[in-house]
């Protein structure tokens, strides 16, 4: 399938933003739920961070595998801190999904590498670092990270030798993209990605406890293209706020975003307290759908005639928490659900 076409929504409005559809930004150095209906996945919602298709590991005997051809099973290369060298570990779990708030990073030695916001990085004299460590503090060892910034020094292995590279630039990408990770070894906790020392993601128990999960559904014994979306929030943190709730229909054709009044909260955000559970059943009918290229309203007999063409397509949700404002780096207010990717033949 295509590259999906950006979901980005900053501050202005959606079809706004999909006229324009600026590449990147750039900072320079300065109810119950019915347990037949399954997501695809369900780690986007946590925030997981990857790295994206064709980004290199170094493998155990110090050739290169892209992330997306590894398989559980695989010997990849880990770095051990105290023995200062490379040791070889075993692939038990990989993960992929898809992200739209992406960072190239781009270094001294002119080399690049493309990631989530939260994924940590091992840098000389301030130990693991990340762009977004609020995010990156619930996984497992991560729980003291620190702030990357600009110029930073990152470690780099070149021939299983560690060399320093800085940070020269950072750039905020706006196109969603399919992302990789590996979140289980069979020892050891970082892995080799294009040369620089990254962390595994795992989640900790605590960690599990306290996130928040955002899914939804459709019942897969419908017809090609379904009535109605199963929305389901649950929240396990202090508090979370809901506004803007979107909905994306995504094919090689024509991709469009969908609002339903009653589900909106704009005027007033719905805030989740602390472990409760926001499940509602959405009728596409209900729906308002516009275009992502063109802005123009679609009805959704249309839309149903164009997806019946495709050989697939994808849904996925979003909202906006204002919370996220937070970071001066992030380029993203928005929360994602899993995405669900649909055969119509």
């Not at 009653?262 to 719905?270: M, T």
């Amino acid at each position: 399938m295509k590259a999906l076409i950006a979901i980005t929504i900053l501050l202005c409005s959606y079809f706004q933003l999909a006229s324009q559809n600026p590449e990147f930004l750039q900072h320079r150095n300065n109810n119950n739920v019915n347990p037949q209906l399954k997501p695809e996945c369900d780690i986007s919602q946590r925030d997981i961070h990857c790295f994206i298709k064709g980004t290199p590991i170094t493998m155990c005997n110090d050739s290169v595998k892209t992330i997306e051809t590894l398989v559980p099973g695989d010997t990849i290369a880990t770095w051990n801190p105290k023995s200062k060298s490379l040791e070889p570990a075993i692939i038990e779990q990989l993960e992929k999904t898809a992200h739209n708030e992406l960072v190239r990073y781009y270094f001294e030695s002119s080399k690049t590498i493309t990631v989530t916001q939260d994924h940590p990085f091992l840098l000389k004299d301030k130990g693991w670092c990340s762009l977004r460590p609020d995010l990156s503090s619930i996984y497992k060892g991560f729980q003291s990270i620190k702030q990357l910034e600009p110029g930073d020094i990152f470690l780099s292995i070149i021939n299983q030798q560690i060399t320093d590279d800085q940070i020269t630039q950072i750039a905020f990408l706006k196109k969603p993209q399919e992302t990789y990770t590996i979140s289980r070894l069979s020892s050891g906790s970082n892995f080799i990605a294009n040369g620089y020392i990254v962390g595994v993601e795992q989640l900790s128990s605590e960690a599990i406890a306290s996130t928040y999960k955002f899914t939804i559904q459709v019942d897969k014994e419908e017809s090609n293209f379904p009535s109605s979306v199963f929305v389901k929030i649950e929240n396990h943190r202090d508090h979370l706020s809901l506004s803007n709730f979107l909905l994306f229909i995504y094919s090689d054709s024509e991709s469009y975003c969908g609002t339903v009044e009653q589900f909106r909260y704009n005027s007033s955000p719905l805030v989740l307290g602390k472990d409760s559970i926001l499940a509602k059943n959405l009728y596409l009918n209900d729906f308002e759908f516009k275009s992502l290229k063109s802005a123009e309203i679609k009805e959704l007999s249309k839309i149903k005639q164009t997806i019946s063409n495709c050989d697939e397509y994808r849904i996925v949700a979003t909202f906006f928490d204002p919370s996220r404002r937070n970071n001066p780096y992030e380029s993203n207010l928005n929360r994602r659900s899993n995405m669900l990717k649909i055969k119509t033949k």
